[in-house]
């Protein structure tokens, strides 16, 4: 099984930056997909951005230009630096597994806040 645990987040002004992590361990398969979700309250999840072990990367339009997904595949880790913060950005932020490189699995981080006040 893989487990992930997520780090960084918290409350930025509209803007301004934030970083967020996410450690992926157990049985990590050498290609793979590694992304970033998000949930606005009484909205649905959705996708951010993704990358996969090749470095092929996808972003969500609302994100695109002020957010860079990258990966350190030595520790197995995924980055998601979010630049020009705005309050629609206010979400909780997931971080999700899959076992290729076009594949994702129901594996998901536990979650953090991201809170951009208006």
């Known amino acids: 099984q893989v487990q992930l645990v997520e780090s960084g987040g918290g409350l930025a002004q509209a803007g301004g930056s934030l970083r967020l992590s996410c450690v992926a361990s157990?049985?990590?398969?050498?290609?793979?997909?590694l992304g970033w979700f998000r949930q606005a309250p009484g909205k649905q999840r959705e996708l951010v951005a993704r990358?996969?072990?090749?470095?092929?990367?996808n972003y969500a339009d609302p994100v695109a230009g002020r957010f860079t997904i990258s990966r350190d595949n030595t520790k197995n880790t995924v980055f998601l630096q979010m630049n020009s913060l705005k309050p629609e950005d206010t979400a909780v932020y997931y971080c999700r597994y899959g076992p290729g490189p076009t594949l994702w699995s129901d594996i998901w981080g536990q979650g953090t806040q991201v809170t951009v006040p208006s």
């Open positions: 157990g049985n990590v398969r050498s290609a793979n997909l």
């Open positions: 990358i996969s072990s090749e470095g092929t990367v």
